[in-house]
């Protein structure tokens, strides 16, 4: 009997998961088709699921699913077994197979670990390992290399790793579906296979699937870097804002009591925020350090001082034993807080993570995208999550890079994907942080003066583009649909078009002058992105001037006319008050902007 022949009931699964599992089986049904595809889907939007439907209607044979971790291969370990997680495998709760077939089919799950035998492997229809098991992969299938026709990737970006290239290479003849949320390895590369189906970030956060994500990036009016050579000089706003790309100042701050502090505190506000928004659910927080040496001793005491309850993992084998209890008391609430170093990569679970507090620079975009990862899985009413980091930390960067990720420019992509030094030297745990390393990073110290704190404030899909797909449905309403929608919500009208209102905020002049000039830079940039797509352009070819790449002249360009409508010069932003922030928007201003540097592009284009 073929074990995979089962017809899969779809009733529970979400539409992406749907729509994957039928772009698989399409796949494979043409005559030729390529054995190596991708299926891009974003963390917490139901991998799991995929995993165990993926094999029925496809897999003749064996079953092989590779993870990363051993953590990870556990939980789909238990997520497909249905003969010791009666209740609780993924077939039962998605009501997946019919109960009374279930209750009979020859289904076996088998994790490989040490004990297991050749014999075991040949008895069990559905393998999982992490791929480091496989070093020898003589060893586990010398005489099983045909039974396996179909192997399953979970968080593929890892295929640079040797052993996974051996394992595809050794099963010659399997079919390969890999699973990603980020279609690019840690060197650049693109992971291997083509993507037959990609569910974006964006709509997964539109359809509910998703939390959406709102970042929070906090900083002093000054700071204060002392070096020993120099004497102290304190630095404005501005000179923060100019110094945050600098490497030197990154590890400054990450290494700054008082920086430490304000995320520490910025992240308690936003925890209690979601506690008073969504009273009947968890929220914790999880923050990521640098070193064990970096947690203890800069990290843990910022949320200690406030008075939270904190937990530190790391990936050192000597900390297994306290990873568990750590874990333990994070699902049972004995801790508010939970730290990890290296640790909290794919297959960590756990919805209550609403606030992810960064403490340290990630340098390339995979790991900020994993770790955001940790704080988007829906948490039952709860719609959105915070990441709060500093602004010296320039994690703005990465988000708006995060933001951009679905601008499929394949040699941008391959630039935010490709792993970056990682500047992280400074405060390993074999080095005591007195300990000279480099004179320049020894020298500095960071100190935040004053008691006032700016607050730069994005997210990834704004209120407006979140309910569009609402605005779409009920336009298409007839008007005695839309009269009996409405009346649910207790408004009595007859015909009407959904229209939305912006609650206004309390906030001080200085405040929102700061954050309109933020906002301002950030929609210049969008709009340099949709001119380059407009145009068919790439972001790093050079079309127009040899020495900028297309995104640094068009950006450059929009810039420019931005200020030329606005009266003023290239330096002189920081004196627009807020009354001309709010005319941008009421007078057009950036339409106008846009369709001009598009007509003034295309032209260009024309001339050549």
């Known amino acids: 009997m073929d074990n995979f022949s089962q017809q899969i009931k779809t009733d529970e699964l979400r539409e992406c998961q749907r729509e994957a599992y039928s772009k698989i089986l399409e796949h494979f049904s043409k005559p030729q088709a390529e054995r190596s595809i991708l299926v891009q889907l974003p963390t917490g939007t139901g991998k799991s699921a995929l995993i165990a439907i993926a094999p029925f209607g496809l897999a003749k044979k064996k079953v092989l699913v590779l993870t990363p971790n051993v953590k990870l291969a556990k939980q789909i370990e238990s997520d497909l077994d249905i003969i010791n997680n009666t209740s609780g495998n993924i077939y039962k709760k998605l009501s997946l197979i019919e109960t009374s077939t279930l209750s009979t089919l020859e289904l076996y799950v088998l994790r490989l670990e040490g004990t297991v035998s050749q014999s075991d492997i040949?008895?069990?229809?559905?393998?999982?390992?992490?791929?480091?098991?496989?070093?020898?992969?003589?060893?586990?299938?010398?005489?099983?290399?045909?039974?396996?026709?179909?192997?399953?990737?979970?968080?593929a970006h890892h295929q640079e790793a040797n052993t996974y290239q051996e394992i595809i290479k050794f099963f010659d003849k399997s079919k390969i579906i890999g699973l990603t949320a980020t279609p690019f390895r840690s060197d650049g590369k693109k992971v291997e296979g083509n993507i037959i189906y990609k569910y974006h970030f964006h709509e997964a956060i539109k359809d509910g699937v998703i939390r959406n994500i709102k970042i929070i990036n906090v900083s002093p009016q000054e700071v204060e870097l002392s070096f020993t050579d120099d004497g102290s000089k304190i630095y404005s706003l501005e000179q923060i804002l100019e110094l945050k790309d600098e490497a030197w100042f990154n590890r400054g701050i990450a290494l700054s009591p008082d920086c430490c502090g304000s995320i520490a505190q910025k992240a308690k506000e936003k925890l209690e925020e979601l506690k008073a928004e969504f009273p009947n659910t968890k929220h914790q927080i999880i923050a990521s350090a640098i070193s064990k040496r970096h947690a203890r001793e800069f990290v843990k005491p910022a949320f200690e001082k406030l008075g939270l309850k904190v937990g530190l993992v790391s990936s050192d084998a000597q900390d297994m034993a306290t990873n568990d209890k750590v874990f333990d008391d994070l699902k049972y609430g004995k801790i508010e807080v939970i730290i990890h170093i290296g640790m909290l990569g794919e297959g960590f679970d756990h919805p209550p993570l609403g606030v992810a507090a960064i403490f340290r620079p990630y340098k390339s975009l995979n790991p900020f995208?994993?770790?955001?990862?940790?704080?988007?899985?829906?948490?039952?009413?709860?719609?959105?999550?915070?990441?709060?980091?500093?602004?010296?930390?320039?994690?703005?960067?990465?988000?708006?890079?995060?933001?951009?990720?679905?601008?499929?420019?394949?040699?941008?992509?391959?630039?935010?994907?490709?792993?970056?030094?990682?500047?992280?030297?400074?405060?390993?745990?074999?080095?005591?942080?007195?300990?000279?390393?480099?004179?320049?990073?020894?020298?500095?110290?960071?100190?935040?003066?004053g008691d006032d704190v700016v607050n730069f404030e994005s997210q990834f899909l704004s209120p407006e583009q979140g309910i569009e797909k609402l605005v779409g449905q009920v336009k298409q309403l007839s008007p005695e649909e839309k009269k009996s929608f409405f009346e649910k919500f207790g408004i009595d009208v007859a015909d009407t078009e959904l229209s939305v209102g912006k609650k206004v905020k309390r906030i001080k002049p200085v405040d929102k002058r700061k954050a309109s000039r933020n906002l301002l830079n950030e929609k210049e940039k969008s709009i340099t992105v949709d001119i380059l797509k407009k145009l068919s352009l790439k972001t790093h070819d050079r079309n127009f001037n040899p020495l900028y790449t297309n995104l640094a002249w068009v950006k450059k360009k929009v810039s420019k006319e931005v200020n030329k409508?606005?009266?003023?010069?290239?330096?002189?932003r920081k004196t627009i008050d807020n009354t001309a922030f709010d005319g941008i928007e009421k007078n057009g201003l950036l339409k106008d902007v846009s369709s001009e540097c598009l007509q003034y592009f295309q032209n260009k284009l024309n001339e050549k």
């Open 565 to 572: 409508k606005l009266s003023i010069k290239k330096n002189q």
């Open 122 to 155: 040949a008895e069990h229809q559905i393998l999982i390992a992490n791929y480091q098991q496989l070093q020898d992969i003589e060893k586990w299938f010398k005489n099983e290399k045909e039974s396996v026709d179909l192997i399953i990737i979970d968080e």
């Open 369 to 449: 995208i994993q770790f955001l990862g940790r704080v988007i899985r829906r948490n039952d009413e709860t719609s959105h999550c915070f990441v709060v980091s500093h602004i010296g930390l320039n994690q703005i960067k990465r988000f708006q890079e995060f933001k951009m990720f679905d601008y499929e420019d394949q040699k941008f992509l391959e630039e935010l994907f490709t792993e970056k030094d990682a500047d992280d030297s400074f405060v390993k745990d074999g080095n005591k942080l007195g300990e000279k390393r480099d004179s320049e990073e020894e020298q500095l110290s960071i100190r935040e003066v």
